[in-house]
């Protein structure tokens, strides 16, 4: 493959996007034809999970910027597909307010999907692959242990407590709960490429914290795109924790009434819509958003790397953090 200077991963995610999808195809394929039915049941989830950005070349990138090569890398991309598609179907379950089924899968059967291609699947990829042990198992490792630190994270976002949101509380929920399988799949590229603990190490600490700029980015837009997913599901965001932050302790009371009333009505949604989004509230969240930006570029200038994939990295970072509540 060749590596020109890339300025944008949707760059490189048109160029093996193909390549990506025969990876996963592969693999389906490699359960054999005693597994029909699970073939059938994973290929209609992949279908309806579709990734909205292509993130998927992520470890294609980290690996590119190690070595030059992002070829090696695209089943770590299958993994990465794969484990998207599991989790963001399971929290939409999660949210309780009742997920959308794939197309000729019945709700159990899609749960049983989401399970195999959260963990069984992109292990077999892992394994299939023609490394050493010590390579392969601690690739594996990654994809066990990345699971415990997602779901931790999803628990406690699940149980969150509106009345004392703080925004320390919300950067360790997103820490673990998006910041995990990022920090999995740039530490599985760097290990992958044959790089040191300590590098393998910092990409892991970059990975992490572009996965909370990458839930910050996400509440976001689930705002502009008047989804309201998260008013809906009362789900204690970082910007609701600045607006508790920014709300004098006589009138908390009131923004946690409205976040409970926000699940059902539409006149409370607005009302709470209306104070996360006032200026002293955009003002901090937009502070909280540039440090995590800073802190994804002190880490990537630590590192350095190839410099002809070193700006899709950094393009990606760019739009993470960026400021669209106005």
Request: aromatic share 6%; charged share 20%; net charge negative.
């Amino acid at each position: 493959m060749n590596s020109p200077s890339l300025s944008d991963y949707a760059d490189l995610h048109r160029q093996v996007s193909a390549d990506i999808d025969a990876e996963i195809a592969a693999a389906l394929e490699g359960l054999g034809p005693s597994s029909g039915a699970v073939r059938k049941a994973l290929s209609g989830l992949l279908g309806h999970q579709q990734m909205k950005y292509p993130l998927s070349v992520l470890p294609m990138l980290v690996h590119a910027a190690e070595t030059g090569a992002p070829g090696p890398a695209v089943p770590l991309a299958a993994v990465h597909v794969l484990w998207w598609t599991s989790a963001c179907y399971l929290d939409d379950l999660a949210d309780g307010n009742g997920a959308r089924i794939p197309d000729g899968l019945g709700v159990d059967e899609a749960l049983l999907a989401s399970v195999l291609s959260g963990q069984a699947l992109p292990i077999r990829i892992v394994q299939a692959q023609p490394v050493p042990d010590a390579v392969r198992n601690a690739l594996t490792g990654e994809i066990v242990d990345c699971w415990f630190g997602a779901v931790e994270g999803q628990l406690r976002d699940l149980r969150g407590d509106p009345a004392n949101a703080s925004r320390d509380a919300i950067g360790v929920v997103y820490r673990q709960k998006s910041g995990a399988p990022f920090g999995m799949i740039t530490a599985m590229a760097a290990i992958l490429s044959g790089t040191g603990a300590e590098r393998t190490g910092l990409w892991r600490e970059f990975g992490e914290v572009f996965g909370i700029l990458w839930q910050l980015f996400n509440d976001q837009e689930d705002i502009l795109s008047g989804r309201d997913e998260d008013l809906h599901n009362g789900t204690v965001t970082h910007l609701l924790a600045c607006a508790t932050e920014e709300t004098p302790p006589e009138s908390r009371a009131h923004l946690v009434e409205l976040g409970a009333a926000a699940r059902s009505s539409e006149q409370a949604r607005a009302e709470l819509r209306a104070l996360l989004l006032a200026p002293a509230v955009l003002r901090r969240f937009e502070k909280d958003l540039s440090a995590f930006r800073d802190d994804a570029y002190r880490v990537l200038g630590e590192l350095g790397g190839d410099e002809a994939y070193l700006p899709a990295l950094r393009k990606l970072v760019d739009q993470a953090a960026g400021m669209h509540l106005t």
